[in-house]
C-alpha cells in the first residue's frame, strides 16, 4: 500500500491536538479584520479565537479570503516530493471557490507528476460538519484502507456528515445575504434564532428557527437521535463560536442520556465565524437525512 496524507483545510475547526494525533495536514485560510490580514492556522499562532470574537464584539468587520494556488502549490509539493500520495478533502463547493481552485491546481501536478495519486474531493460540508468528515476519514485511513478506497469512502459518506447549527445574532447572516434586513432586525428583537443545515449541494441553508436556548438545545438533541446511525460507537462534535458555557451543558445533555461514545467540544475558527459571529452553537454526527 503506498503512503499518502490526508490534507483539507482550516475550515474543518477541529482541535489541533485532534489534527496533530491524526497525521492530517491542514492550509491556513486567511481574514481579513479591519483591514489586517491573518491566516488562521488550527493552532491560532497568528490570531487566537478568543482574540478574533473579542474583535467582532467590538464593531470589527471581518472577511475571508480564497486559498491561493501558490498556497496550494506550496502544500502539495513538498509531500509529492517525498513520495507521498494526497488525499484533500475540500471545504464545500457550495460555500466557496477553494475546492475548484485547488482542482486546477492538482491537475498541473499530475503532469509533473505521473507517478503520484492526488485525489480531490469536494466534502459538501463546512466547519465542523468538515471536520468530522476528515476525522472520521483519518479512521479509516488507519484501519488500513488504500488511497482508492478511502477516496470511494470519502464520496460515499460525506453527505452522512450532518451538520446543525445555531447562531445568535442574525447581523452575520444577514450580512453575507442569508437573511433578510427585516428578518434580523425582527428575528433579533424576539431573540429568534435561526437552525441551519447544508443541502446535497453543500449550500448552507436556513432550515428552522427557534426561540430561547432551551429550544436550541432540545432542537439539536432531537435530530441527532432521530437522524444518528450507530450512535452508540460514535464521536461526535459540539462547535461553539465564544459560546463554550452552552457547549458545555449540550455536551452535558449527550452524556447524560449515554447517546453516543464520546464527544469533542471544538471552537468555531474566524473562517467560519466571520459568517456565523458569536454565540454560535453546532452539532454534527454521521446519521442520514430524514
Request: proline share 3%; charged share 25%.
Amino acid at each position: 500500500m503506498g503512503d499518502y496524507v490526508i490534507v483539507s483545510d482550516a475550515t474543518l475547526d477541529l482541535p489541533a491536538s485532534l489534527i496533530e494525533e491524526y497525521g492530517i495536514h491542514v492550509i491556513p485560510m486567511g481574514v481579513n479584520i479591519d483591514q489586517t490580514n491573518f491566516n488562521h492556522y488550527p493552532d491560532e499562532r497568528e490570531l487566537s479565537i478568543e482574540e478574533f470574537y473579542g474583535k467582532l464584539k467590538n464593531g470589527a468587520i471581518s472577511q475571508t479570503t480564497q486559498i491561493t494556488p501558490a498556497v496550494f502549490y506550496d502544500t502539495f509539493l513538498p509531500i509529492l516530493e517525498q513520495g507521498q500520495d494526497i488525499i484533500y478533502i475540500a471545504f464545500s463547493s457550495g460555500l466557496s471557490g477553494t475546492y475548484n481552485a485547488a482542482q486546477l491546481v492538482i491537475n498541473d501536478l499530475k503532469e509533473q507528476y505521473p507517478d503520484r495519486t492526488i485525489y480531490c474531493i469536494d466534502s459538501l460540508c463546512a466547519s465542523i460538519g468538515e471536520g468530522l468528515l476528515v476525522y472520521q476519514a483519518a479512521l479509516q485511513k488507519e484501519k488500513g484502507l488504500s488511497i482508492d478506497e478511502l477516496k470511494t469512502w470519502v464520496e460515499e459518506n460525506r453527505l452522512y456528515s450532518r451538520h446543525w447549527f445555531t447562531v445568535k445574532d442574525l447581523y452575520y447572516l444577514r450580512r453575507g445575504g442569508r437573511v433578510t434586513s427585516i428578518e434580523a432586525v425582527v428575528g433579533t428583537a424576539l431573540r429568534i434564532r435561526p437552525v441551519l443545515s447544508t443541502d446535497d449541494e453543500g449550500k448552507l441553508t436556513v432550515v428552522s428557527k427557534i426561540r430561547g436556548s432551551k429550544a436550541e438545545l432540545d432542537f439539536l438533541i432531537s435530530k441527532m437521535e432521530t437522524e444518528g446511525v450507530d450512535l452508540a460507537s460514535q464521536t461526535v462534535i459540539v462547535g461553539h463560536g465564544d459560546n463554550l458555557q452552552q457547549a458545555m451543558e449540550l455536551e452535558r445533555i449527550i452524556r447524560s442520556k449515554n447517546l453516543v461514545k464520546d464527544v469533542i467540544i471544538s471552537k468555531i475558527g474566524p473562517v467560519i465565524g466571520s459568517h456565523t459571529g458569536p454565540g454560535m452553537l453546532a452539532l454534527v454526527f454521521m446519521g442520514r437525512k430524514i
